[in-house]
């Protein structure tokens, strides 16, 4: 895993971005309005920025997705949240564009896939109590 602390992190990805911009002296509000400008709708205000550049650490999950959409997605290794599926993010970047008749065909699909899960857990035989002999 990556040592690197957040915040230092953050701060060498706002050099590479401003150096991408050919501007030296970008703000962390331009910085913050590129950040939002992903597949998640997310808006990150500068004052969010500001408080990650100056050590606070992200612990919202959506935060997280958009700085990994934008900067990488090593982000999850260096604050330690799990690496998301790459199919379901997939799915959940694409779902606002799929017809309704293939949403509701993956909804009902993953509802009969939780109701036989529930109902296997539910037929599994409970440990049987331990019989111990009289003396």
């Keep these: 895993m990556n040592q690197t602390p957040f915040k230092d992190y953050l701060y060498e990805k706002f050099l590479e971005w401003e150096k991408s911009q050919s501007k030296r002296r970008s703000s962390f509000s331009a910085f913050a309005r590129w950040l939002s400008t992903t597949s998640f709708n997310v808006e990150i205000k500068q004052q969010v920025v500001d408080t990650w550049m100056n050590g606070a650490i992200p612990k919202d999950y959506k935060y ?65 109590a331990k019989v111990t002999k009289p003396k």
């Excluded at 790459?86 to 779902?95: A, E, G, H, Y």
Aim: aromatic share 8%.
């Design 64 to 128: 997280v997705a958009v700085l990994a959409e934008k900067i990488g997605n090593e982000i999850y290794d260096i604050l330690s949240f799990p690496r998301p599926n790459p199919r379901l993010q997939k799915i959940n970047k694409l779902w606002e564009f799929l017809p309704e008749d293939i949403q509701i065909k993956i909804e009902k699909e993953t509802e009969k896939y939780e109701t036989q899960n529930e109902l296997h857990r539910l037929q599994r035989p409970s440990k049987p």
